[in-house]
């Protein structure tokens, strides 16, 4: 999915996003960064859904992490300046709400950028059996690791956190509170 | 702010040739479904289906406004993050409720057209959204009503013929697990607590109750969505066991006390709404109306 081009850093390229003639719209719109999780992609995070290139003109899919992200408005120029800024001179972004985004979606480089940025990764969601959907009065426990000190010794704080795709946890060894990204 | 200083940061805002706009989130709106496909399809009502997802979304954002009022108000900092969290969903959904709406009545009218620009009687939220939170606990017993039975409708509407509705379901249906999950928490926390906080959230049953019989009446618009939108009495047992589970858990009595009548079989969803719901609205659409043309 993901090629050769990938910000590895959590800096944001600045007029470096001039196309070469092998780079296609897929490669330009991948690496761009998320706003909120700059140390990710949008193809990383699993945002990307699909881009359609026909000459100039390129088509870019994303999708919502929750209803309410703002970002959205900040992605859609994004990608518009990056592509337009690697010659493509037609953009259109569209965004699709089906099927509704899944943290499963974050590819395996993803998790471990967030990881490394101290952002635990989402565990597996469960998965809906078709019945009511069930009432959990417990934390749930989650085996989470510490992304500072690798202990699984640790417990959510708050099932909500400085984002909307984010929890608040904290290690019990290391005593360092870290942010988790939620499994849906 | 002079004038020309006031385009400087619009023109800054908006820009797009450079990375600009990134200085700051939400400081302008799109269409909440923008790039969706919004035709409406055969067979389904239009009208109705804008009637009802107005219903929908007014739930959301009047109780979306509610929460926000936490804000800076709520007793720990991770608390008040977690209001707002769940804020920020409603006001999600509402918005894209809204512009669907707008896009299916055939008006074009926009969420903020709706948001701000509506009379109290055109709103179609139901009444238990309207009050202001007495205390932390009556926050805490109408998020748990809210967001169970918003749950099970949207649990419902992810099969809905309307492919725009069953995706905003399914999305929401993940959003409402959390809030319904975190309220019943607390619940259970402060029920089963001190005997202060028992009273309390005691109490703060008591006086939501009245306003949940009215959750479960069928109306007509949505007996003229057949497949489309879920008859609102057939919800009712499956809120019922989550609230008696939760209330049971907490040590707490499931309140006896009469529903809030209608006035003449009128109620929130027809535009009947309670005295407090003219402070919310006012509060909430007073900058708009006072600054016409500014943007944000």
């Known amino acids: 999915m993901v090629t050769g081009n990938i910000v590895t850093s959590a800096t944001v390229p600045t007029g470096g996003a001039v196309a070469t003639e092998a780079e296609t719209a897929w490669d330009v719109a991948a690496r761009v960064p998320d706003p909120e999780l700059p140390m990710v992609t949008l193809a990383e995070l699993g945002i990307l859904r699909e881009v359609k290139q026909d000459g100039q003109a390129v088509t870019v899919v994303i999708t919502p992490t929750y209803s309410g992200c703002p970002a959205m408005l900040e992605i859609t120029r994004d990608l518009r300046y990056r592509l337009r800024a690697a010659g493509f001179g037609d953009v259109t972004v569209r965004t699709e709400l089906s099927p509704p985004w899944s943290s499963s979606w974050i590819t395996r480089r993803g998790r471990e950028k967030l990881s490394s940025a101290g952002i635990a990764p989402p565990n597996m969601p469960g998965r809906g059996n078709g019945g009511p959907i069930p009432l959990i009065l417990r934390l749930p426990a989650r085996d989470i690791a510490c992304p500072l000190c690798g202990s699984g010794h640790t417990e959510e704080i708050s099932p909500f956190g400085a984002t909307a795709c984010k929890a608040l946890y904290r290690c019990r060894d290391c005593a360092e509170p870290f942010e988790y990204m939620k499994d849906i | ?296």
């Not at chain 2, 797009?16 to 923008?34: I, K, M, P, S, Y």
């Not at chain 2, 009712?236 to 209608?262: F, H, K, N, Q, Y």
């Open chain 2, 1 to 296: 702010m002079s004038d020309s200083l006031e385009d400087d940061f619009a023109a800054h805002a908006l820009a797009e040739d450079t990375e600009d706009h990134r200085w700051a989130f939400g400081t302008g709106f799109t269409d909440a479904l923008e790039g969706v496909d919004t035709r409406v399809p055969d067979g389904v009502d239009a009208q109705a289906l804008a009637a009802y997802c107005l219903m929908l979304g007014d739930d959301a954002l009047i109780l979306s406004h509610r929460l926000q009022q936490w804000v800076t108000r709520a007793p720990e900092l991770e608390e008040e993050t977690a209001i707002a969290n769940i804020a920020l969903d409603l006001l999600g959904q509402a918005r894209m409720l809204l512009a669907r709406a707008g896009k299916a009545d055939g008006t074009g009218r926009d969420e903020d057209q709706f948001a701000f620009w509506r009379e109290a009687k055109e709103f179609r939220n139901v009444r238990l959204v309207e009050r202001a939170d007495g205390d932390f606990a009556e926050m805490l017993a109408r998020l748990l009503v809210f967001s169970a039975w918003r749950l099970a409708q949207f649990d419902a509407l992810r099969s809905s013929k309307d492919p725009v509705l069953s995706a905003i379901a399914a999305k929401g249906v993940k959003e409402l697990t959390y809030h319904r999950d975190y309220a019943a928490r607390w619940v259970v926390r402060l029920g089963d607590g001190t005997a202060e906080s028992h009273r309390r959230m005691q109490a703060a049953f008591q006086t939501v109750w009245p306003l949940v019989d009215e959750l479960f009446l069928t109306h007509r618009v949505e007996a003229a969505l057949p497949q489309v939108a879920p008859d609102a009495s057939t919800l009712r047992s499956e809120v019922d066991v989550i609230l008696d589970t939760v209330l049971a858990t907490a040590t707490l009595d499931r309140p006896e006390v009469p529903p809030l009548a209608g006035v003449g079989s009128r109620y929130g969803r027809d535009g009947l709404h309670t005295e407090a719901f003219g402070y919310v609205l006012a509060e909430m659409q007073s900058v708009a109306r006072a600054h016409t043309d500014a943007t944000w």
